[in-house]
Nanobody, 125 residues
Framework: QVQLVESGGGLVQAGGSLRLSCAAS????????MGWFRQAPGKEREIVAI????????SYADTVKGRFTISRDNAKKTVYLQMNSLKPEDTAVYYC??????????????????WGQGTQVTVSS
């Protein structure tokens, strides 16, 4: 089990950028697949991006592909989400999540057992 704390959210104009960080504590970080999810008001939570254990492979939702980049630093136990060309529809609470798995189907949105408290991202038009 890992504990996760997100930071970096805020208010930005459309077309701007933000970088979210998620600091983890616990000994199993490098064994976890990490993901970023988001939930907009009145909508279900959705996957944004997933990164594998080493950071060498990633997966993105079609809505953010080409604009967002997920990365991780295992030495710092931190995962990042660089968000560029932000749109008003990106407005949501963003959550960091961890999945302790060794499965070959690591890049699915199910099985995430540890969650951060969320950070608000608001994009104004």
């Amino acid at each position: 089990q890992v504990q996760l704390v997100e930071s970096g959210g805020g208010l930005v104009q459309a077309g701007g950028s933000l970088r979210l960080s998620c600091a983890a504590s616990g000994r199993t970080f490098s064994s976890c697949v990490m993901g970023w999810f988001r939930q907009a008001p009145g909508k279900e939570r959705e996957i944004v991006a997933i990164i594998n254990w080493s950071g060498g492979d990633t997966s993105y939702a079609d809505t953010v592909k080409g604009r967002f980049t997920i990365s991780r630093d295992n030495a710092k136990k931190t995962v990042y989400l660089q968000m560029n060309s932000l749109k008003p529809e990106d407005t949501a609470v963003y959550y960091c999540a961890a999945k302790l798995t060794s499965a070959s189907n690591w890049n699915t949105s199910v099985g995430f057992g540890s969650w951060g408290q969320g950070t608000q991202v608001t994009v104004s038009s």
